[in-house]
């Protein structure tokens, strides 16, 4: 068990919906990031907030949004979902800032957009 | 862009077997992840390291920063290590994680 929890573990929705999934990081961790895990692409990094602020943003679509909270746990929000949106997402937290340490992953969430 | 190369990408061993995977990259990074994803696909950062080698139980994992270049070593295989391991790479001003394909590890008894 990494410490970090991550909610709904599947989530099967509709074209055009709007998601959220939520991340709660390690307890002492100010850092989470986000990752997609596809077939086709593998994992890809989305973004990475620190105490919350924006710190990074990597291949995240404009209809994806995220932010993380003053308690430290962070969501991410899928809009106008589409078929290719369908792919686990992993959240992960650390320590420092700058990403340069140890991440450790919650258990992903299943998105299935039919 | 940072591109990251896992060498092989399918390795079937034999209990007890040395297993090594390697992994290459373009761009001069901050430091560089070994992560294993069991089937189910939880994933577990086993080694972060930006030079040298670190050892941890049967799993050995070195960088040579001049070549670009980073292997994973697993002594004495065993079933239960079994699962797909990747390697991931941080670079750039703000430290972004690129990924590589992931090498399919089965290791039979």
């Known amino acids: 068990d990494s410490g970090v929890t991550q909610t709904p573990k599947h989530l099967i929705t509709a074209t055009g919906q709007r998601v959220t999934l939520r991340c709660s990081p390690r307890?002492?961790?100010?850092?989470v990031y986000w990752y997609q895990q596809s077939l086709d692409q593998g994992l890809q990094f989305l973004i990475h907030?620190?105490?919350?602020?924006?710190?990074a943003k990597g291949n995240i679509l404009e209809r994806f949004s995220a932010q993380q909270f003053p308690d430290l746990h962070s969501e991410l929000n899928l809009s106008s979902l589409e078929l290719g949106d369908s792919a686990l997402y992993f959240c992960?937290?650390?320590?420092?800032?700058?990403?340069?340490?140890?991440?450790?992953f919650g258990p992903g969430t299943r998105l299935t957009v039919l | 862009k940072n591109e990251v190369e896992q060498s092989p990408q399918n390795l079937t061993a034999q209990e007890g077997e040395f297993i090594t995977i390697n992994c290459s990259y373009s761009?001069?990074?901050?430091?560089l992840h070994w992560l294993q994803q069991h089937p189910g696909g939880g994933i577990v950062s086993l080694f972060m390291?930006?030079?040298g080698k670190k050892k941890h139980g049967r799993l050995i994992a070195t960088i040579n920063i001049q070549e670009k270049h980073s292997s994973l070593h697993i002594t004495a295989s065993h079933p239960r290590d079994s699962a797909v391991y990747i390697c991931?790479?941080?670079?750039?001003?703000?430290?972004?994680?690129?990924f590589g394909k992931g090498t399919l590890l089965t290791v039979n008894p």
């Open positions: 907030y620190y105490n919350g602020e924006e710190r």
């Open positions: 992960a937290s650390s320590g420092s800032q700058y990403g340069t340490d140890t991440q450790y």
């Open positions: 761009v001069g990074i901050s430091a």
């Open positions: 307890s002492g961790d100010l850092s």
């Open positions: 991931a790479v941080g670079w750039g001003s703000n430290y972004k994680l690129t």
């Open positions: 390291l930006s030079s």
